[in-house]
DNA sequence: ACATTTTGTGTAACTCATACACAAAATTAA
DNA sequence: TTAATTTTGTGTATGAGTTACACAAAATGT
């Protein structure tokens, strides 16, 4: 009879002020006591997976996440956790900075958001789940607009273009990325301005969902690339 | 005390004379009786996904695969299987047309090269399995050389050009294909000859793994694309 | 020898990516 | 109130890369 158990992590991503974060939690009890990592558990007899990840963010951390997708299944280790045999079915998310901010910490857990730089040696294997994720984020945030899932409703084009620099880490022409970002026609400009500390007032834009939905209907292909 | 079963799954496309194919196998016996399905089974306690997918292909076909990377984890669908809560998850592989012979049937198993376009209704949800994998294989050629895993050691430009053409059911120009192929310099032109039937006799060409691993590593971008 | 099949090759037009600099609108400091 | 500072917003020329396109060469079969 077959004894392995399945679980779910969830690689949180957030970005704010040309900074990317990861979201952590640190078990107040248990075996791998003082080690941080990443939200997650073992899966419901009667849940499905992606339910799993929400229940587990919600419980642990009650972050609500912009974007979700599978990213791996861990399972080629067979002591990645040294008690069982488990396998972890892994996620990957995006959050926006409105909701950078945690509830309390509970009885059992401290949750925080950790810059990427900073993340420190993790239980399990999830620093490797760390890299994997953020190897996707790079690539994606190339091939499909899901940079958006960082930003707040209404941003700046200015902190678009600074998310592309910071998580790629490479540098962009401004000229050239506003005028390709634009040529998409999935960015609106609104009235409104945002009220910043210093220089010119810079208009709030909005990313239109569902006129990039409509492009991928039509096998348009999003792609930004820099040199 | 979670109850949840892990299987893997294994989609393997073989490619010979303009046609996709992948490896069906149908159980003799068994609750799903008469189904078709796709290679597969459950994981061993101290077995990891990828020896347990390479295990069954084994077992129950008989086939290596020059490509296998893993797909996606199915586990959604809490009655994907109807008799208990299996979570699946699915690896994608290719295989050289030299390798589309099969072993004899064994007592439990009948196992087949079925076209892509004559694929029937399979157990579970085997057909979605599939349609992702298609959708994985179209995306994954344009940017990676897996192509090759497709194809013997040495093939024609010919072969390759059609291979294309074939999975991306696109047209394409054979001397802009041709220049953009060659100029990644991961094809090297052997002196054999191929000995077709009628034309003008065509040089077999080689994929040098080697020569892209190192462009890889230095960061260069594989990309072919079409109108 | 003539028809058929398939390979192998170059160039011109055009599209897209890149490189690049300065004025405008606000705030802060002198 | 003037000047310095900060950040936004905009156009064009060059070059690189993609696309479109046609015909001769080498074999086999009739």
Redesign the pocket.
């Known amino acids: 009879m077959q004894q392995i158990r399945l679980a779910v992590d969830a690689i949180i991503f957030g970005y704010k002020e040309m900074e990317l974060y990861v979201l952590l939690i640190q078990q107040k009890f248990g075996s791998q006591n003082s080690y941080w990592a990443l939200p997650g558990g073992l899966v419901k007899e009667d849940e499905s997976l992606i339910d799993a990840v929400k229940r587990e963010l919600q419980e642990e951390t009650n972050v609500k996440v912009n974007y979700l997708e599978q990213l791996y299944t861990f399972g080629d280790d067979i002591t990645r956790d040294p008690r069982n045999r488990v396998v972890s079915v892994a996620y990957f998310g995006l959050v926006d900075p409105t909701k950078l901010i945690l509830k309390a910490d509970t009885d059992a857990d401290n949750v925080a958001w950790v810059k990427i730089k900073n993340v420190p040696n993790l239980a399990f294997d999830h620093n490797e789940m760390i890299t994997k994720a953020i190897m996707r984020l790079k690539d994606k945030l190339t091939y499909k607009p899901i940079g958006f899932g960082l930003l707040p409703e209404k941003f700046?084009?200015?902190e678009l273009e600074n998310l592309y620099t910071t998580i790629l880490e490479k540098e962009i022409?401004?000229?050239?990325f506003?005028?390709?970002m634009l040529s998409f026609g999935i960015i609106e400009e609104t009235e409104e301005f945002a009220n910043?500390?210093?220089?010119?007032?810079?208009?709030l834009y909005k990313f239109k969902y569902s006129e990039y939905q409509k492009l991928e209907r039509d096998g348009y292909h999003f792609?930004i690339?820099?040199?």
């Open positions: 700046l084009f200015s022409d401004r000229r050239n506003r005028k390709k910043k500390k210093s220089g010119r007032p810079a208009k792609e690339k820099f040199a």
